[in-house]
């Protein structure tokens, strides 16, 4: 299946297993793509506006230079290549949680002080609060420790 080049309009590939499928440089105008699986594939310089991707899994998913302006609610997109531009996110809407997680990718870097001598990092987390930064930062080393038991088990190195 192909789906680059191509414009769609209000298609329903909610559920379907696309991972794998050439997605690139097409428009997605109101798509239902909900509980589908886009894991993996190239949606690169597509459009996806007022689409659905709710229990959506786009892990690994190249979205670079898309615009997202969807109902953006994925059950995994970690590992998704996305350019940062105004276009990309414009009219996305997005679940609490992965807003945040968002947030704490920034938080991940080491920030210079600002003109005022403010560490913009512990004033973001002043802002969403400490209790919300540790409950984030403890979900993604559970995570990473969840992968890095995935990846000994299938070399064979746990018992």
């Known amino acids: ?3 680059s ?3 769609f309009n209000r298609v329903d590939f909610s559920g379907q297993d696309l991972q794998g499928v ?3 440089h097409s428009k997605f105008s109101g798509c239902n793509f909900n509980k589908a699986n886009l ?3 190239d949606c690169s310089y597509s459009k996806f506006n007022g689409s659905l991707m709710i229990g959506t899994k786009c892990r690994n998913t190249n979205f670079a230079h898309s615009t997202l302006g969807c109902a953006f609610r994925p059950s995994d997109a970690f590992g998704v290549t996305l350019t940062f531009r105004c276009e990309t996110f ?3 809407v997005t679940s609490a949680l992965w807003w945040y997680c968002w947030v704490y990718f920034a938080l991940l870097m080491i920030p210079d002080k600002d003109s005022d001598g403010v560490n913009p990092k512990d004033a973001l987390i002043a802002s969403i609060g400490l209790q919300k930064y540790l409950r ?3 979900m993604f080393i559970e995570r990473e420790l969840l992968i890095l038991m995935a990846f000994s088990l299938l070399a064979g190195t746990l018992c």
């Open 1 to 3: 299946m192909d789906l």
């Open 5 to 7: 080049n191509q414009t």
């Open 22 to 24: 050439n997605m690139s």
């Open 39 to 41: 894991s993996g594939n």
């Open 90 to 92: 414009r009219g996305m």
């Open 136 to 138: 984030l930062k403890r």
